[in-house]
């Protein structure tokens, strides 16, 4: 009788060995799940806080302090940003803002923006009432191949077909900003991509007749040359 009660226990003793590697092998297949469950949901939410690069103001900028060669530099530094707190009218680049000045008091640390920027006073200094007037590329007939940029000075002719008689109607006109086919602001220093809308700076009494000439499809630029 003992001696069967001996082989049971031994038996038993047995299974457990035998079944020992199979736990062991269990344990470690959980344990990758695991950490690959926690790598995915790791990555996902890193993916949730993508970062992008926006620019901010170094200092506080006073209201009026006019962007130029000289200070650009000093005035914005480059910082990482979750993606969902970077707004659509972020400076893409500080540069583009060459020949602005500071609409409002900007306090340091804020993220730069298209709205706080306006035309520099001595720009506007010719114009009584200046108004910002929009156009596309392709409705103004020969635009320079499209490298027009913020900055640049131009002048507008409208043509009378039926005398065959070309006009220039708006001298030394200055264009306020350029965009690319997405929408995107071209800055200055960019030679290579193409306007396919541009801005431009006018007296607010003359708006009606650009656009109207505009409408005619009448209207021929020529960009000065500096």
């Known amino acids: 009788m003992n001696r069967r009660k001996a082989r049971e226990e031994n038996g038993g003793t047995e299974k457990q060995r035998k079944g ?44 009026g302090t006019e962007i130029s060669e000289d200070n650009v530099d000093a005035l914005f530094c480059q910082i990482q940003a979750d993606v969902r707190h970077i707004p659509q009218e972020a400076v893409a680049d500080p540069r583009a803002l060459l020949g602005t000045q500071a609409a409002i008091t900007i306090p340091r640390g804020s993220m730069a923006t298209s709205p706080m ?9 010719a114009l009584d009432r200046p108004v910002i007037a929009g ?45 690319d086919n997405a929408g995107n602001l071209i800055p200055p220093q960019d030679t290579v991509s193409a306007a396919a809308r541009i801005n431009v700076l006018l007296e607010e009494g003359t708006a009606e007749l650009f656009y109207s000439e505009l409408y005619r499809g009448s209207l021929r630029v020529v960009k000065v040359w500096e």
């Open 117 to 125: 920027f306006t035309l520099s006073g001595h720009y506007r200094a």
């Open 135 to 179: 156009c596309r590329a392709e409705d103004l007939y020969q635009l320079v191949s499209g490298t027009l940029r913020g900055g640049d000075r131009i002048h507008i002719y409208t043509v009378d077909e039926e005398l065959g008689e070309t006009y220039l109607v708006w001298e030394d006109v200055m264009v306020y900003q350029a965009f």
């Open 20 to 63: 020992l590697p199979g736990i062991i092998l269990a344990a470690f297949a959980a344990a990758a799940v695991t950490y690959i469950v926690l790598l995915n949901v790791e990555k996902n939410v890193l993916s949730a806080y993508e970062k992008a690069g926006c620019w901010t103001l170094a200092e506080t900028l006073d209201k």
